[in-house]
């Protein structure tokens, strides 16, 4: 399994950007996506997930409203819109993708819920 995310860069405040995430190997319409982001000497945190078909979402309150994710399941990628960007958004930004997601009620947001991860992407957004 692979997932590559692209689409990272540097911005001012304010500045859109949107982020992609391409998966190969495995049956992506069949899980759960998620974007997870990391800043330096911080833990890795949930942004937002996505089911596998796309018609459930879920947000991190600091990006609701500001960031939309979502997926073309017949391009196997995902992705994340990211408008009114803020200096705080800075971090290297991880898709992942969770395999029990069709077997769950709900979307997960914590990272040991996800079994498959990409490289990262980063993302600076300077003031």
């Known amino acids: 399994v692979q997932l590559q995310a692209y689409g990272g860069g540097l911005v001012q405040a304010g500045d859109s950007l949107r982020l992609s995430c391409a998966a190969s190997?495995?049956?992506?319409?069949?899980?759960?996506m998620g974007w997870f982001r990391q800043a330096p000497g911080e833990e890795r945190e949930f942004v937002a997930a996505?089911?596998?078909?796309?018609?459930?979402?879920l947000y991190a309150d600091s990006v609701k409203g500001r960031f939309t994710i979502s997926r073309d399941n017949a391009k196997n990628t995902v992705y994340l819109q990211m408008n009114s960007l803020k200096p705080e958004d800075t971090a290297v930004y991880y898709c992942?993708?969770?395999?029990?997601?069709?077997?769950?009620?709900?979307?997960?947001?914590?990272?040991?819920?996800?079994?498959?991860w990409g490289q990262g992407t980063l993302v600076t957004v300077s003031s």
């Open positions: 992942a993708g969770d395999r029990l997601s069709r077997l769950r009620s709900k979307l997960v947001r914590a990272p040991s819920d996800y079994d498959y």
């Open positions: 190997g495995l049956t992506f319409s069949s899980v759960g």
């Open positions: 996505i089911s596998w078909k796309g018609g459930i979402t």
